[in-house]
């Protein structure tokens, strides 16, 4: 009796009924973003694997047009670890002005600090040594090394997620959360050629920035919509768990944002009754600065004073 034959083994991408390969998707990507890419300047050659970092820690949850004055002002005046690993901690958080979410202030600090003590200033193309950098996650590690070094890393953020969601796995929203099976997904289509590897990157990100995006997405405009396992599909609705919404009105993210927007413009301590006329409610008023004080963003003083941390 003959043995049965064991079937091929597929990869993730395979997996799914009528989903494109790598190999589908890596030409059209990559020469649509050779024509259609935005110019950035964090993308130049003169920006180094520092101001690719920069970017990096910018650009998380913020839009590319609020990250790129800011960019510009912190690149001119900190154009290398060492420059910005020299200030306090609070100069940072001062110059993130309004970005957003302050405490990535503080981590990029701390990673300069780590940069200029571990790595004589220079940020480090080892991988494994960015991920070691505080502050550096999964994502900021493939991205840096990616990106600034043209190195062969998955790398996955929501714009990334979203395109492999739809064209792949033909369903319109990844989960809220990056999975495992998401990274043995973007593994198994990461081409094998560490420079195509890198633009792949790249163009699988500013696809999802400028056409698949979360909604009113141009399938018109996309290169792989005659791949894409969601558009052949109908574009089925999603059926996963609620998407989170961002709100900000009347959160402590909100009062967080107003009382950080006093001790940066302010160049001395600052008395409490100062802070206390931003917010009208003083339970949230007082939770919001105990959260700051907590996260190291603010320093509190003897006499009711509080500043922007110097260490």
């Known amino acids: ?21 790598g190999e589908d998707l890596h030409s059209p990507v990559i020469a649509w973003f050779d024509e259609h890419a935005r110019d950035l300047p964090w993308r130049r050659p003169e920006a180094g694997a520092w ?20 960019y510009e002002q912190w690149l001119a005046r900190w154009p290398r670890p060492a420059d910005l690993a020299t200030e306090a901690p609070g100069e940072a958080v001062r110059a993130w002005g309004r970005l957003g979410y302050p ?3 503080l981590r990029l600090h701390g990673a300069a600090v780590a940069i200029t003590e571990r790595h004589g200033g220079d940020v ?12 550096i996650g999964e994502y900021t590690a493939a991205a840096v090394a990616s990106f600034a070094y043209g190195q062969r890393h998955a790398v996955l953020d ?10 792949v796995t033909g369903v319109q929203y990844p989960p809220n959360a990056t999975t495992a099976a998401e990274r043995r997904l973007a593994r198994a289509l990461l081409p094998d050629d560490e420079a195509i590897a890198a633009r792949w990157a790249a163009g699988s990100m500013e696809l999802g920035a400028l056409v698949c995006t979360a909604k009113n997405e141009s399938c018109h405009h996309c ?52 802070l206390d006329r ?30 922007l941390p110097l260490s």
């Open 1 to 21: 009796m003959t043995a049965p034959t064991k079937p091929p083994h597929t990869s993730p991408a395979e997996a799914v009924t009528g989903s494109p390969s």
């Open 51 to 70: 101001g690719v970092m920069v970017s990096e820690f910018m650009l998380q949850q913020t839009p590319v047009n609020r990250v790129l004055p800011i």
């Open 103 to 105: 405490r990535r202030a």
């Open 124 to 135: 480090p193309t080892d991988h494994g040594q960015l991920l070691a950098l505080p502050g």
């Open 158 to 167: 929501t714009n990334v997620r979203r395109v492999f969601a739809r064209a």
């Open 223 to 274: 290169p792989i919509a005659a791949q894409c396992a969601w558009r052949l599909a109908g574009k089925p609705e999603h059926e996963g768990p609620p998407r989170r919404a961002q709100t900000y009105a009347g959160t402590d993210r909100q009062v967080r944002g107003k009382l950080l927007a006093v001790l940066r413009e302010a160049h001395a301590p600052v008395p409490q009754a100062r």
């Open 278 to 307: 931003v917010w009208h409610e003083p339970v949230q008023r007082a939770r919001a600065l105990d959260g700051l004080v907590s996260d190291g963003l603010v320093e509190p003083l003897p006499g009711g004073l509080y500043r």
